[in-house]
């Protein structure tokens, strides 16, 4: 008797899904339908920007001309240049930067941007800790950067900041020694 009673609630909890199971038969044509729908909107809805049509865009010509006539400009000018809001101007800038219109450089804290084919020298001014690190260098070739530190007077991670910019920039040669890296000036 109990078995018949577990039997009977087994069937009422089954009974909604079966009905919906069944009453979905008749949509099963479909599917395939909806997925060859969307496989065709989803190849001919989205199309990437060809390259000849990419100054088309009266906001990315700007971008593109501003940059051309300032070359080595940062984001935040171009920002203030040309009025623009700060994801307007980023997707656009992305988007010259992989069509390989523009290139961008990181400068300290700034990403500068040129015109592709076009070489610029970026021209800054350096820092007094910087101008003390090359006179250090100068002065003892191959020095570590602790032994900088404790000659200037700042932390090692001061040291080691500026330090950083100095090689990028290719004023200095770091030779690494195991754990110790030695700096030097280039030539």
């Given at each position: 008797m109990l078995l018949d009673v577990q039997r009977g609630r087994i069937f009422l909890y089954l009974a909604p899904i079966l009905t919906a199971i069944i009453s979905a038969w008749r949509y099963l044509f479909l599917i395939p339908l909806i997925i060859t729908l969307l496989i065709i909107l989803g190849?001919?809805?989205y199309s990437r920007i060809k390259r000849r049509n990419l100054l088309n865009n009266i906001i990315r010509k700007r971008i593109y001309e501003h940059i051309n006539s300032n070359?080595?400009?940062h984001f935040r000018a171009l920002l203030t240049?040309?009025?623009l809001k700060t994801g307007t101007l980023a997707h656009h800038i992305k988007t010259l930067n992989r069509e390989k219109f523009i290139k961008e450089y990181q400068d300290g804290m700034y990403k500068r941007f040129s015109i592709y084919d076009k070489s610029f020298s970026l021209?800054?001014?350096?820092?007094?800790?910087?101008d003390e690190i090359l006179k250090v260098i100068k002065d003892n070739p191959g020095i570590?950067?602790?032994n900088i530190s404790e000659l200037i007077g700042n932390s090692r991670f001061v040291i080691n900041y500026?330090?950083?910019?100095l090689n990028h920039c290719g004023?200095?040669?770091i030779k690494k020694n195991g754990r110790t890296s030695h700096c030097y000036l280039s030539k």
């Open positions: 190849i001919f809805g070359p080595g400009i240049d040309l009025n021209k800054f001014k350096l820092t007094n800790i910087q570590s950067q602790i500026h330090i950083k910019i004023m200095i040669l």
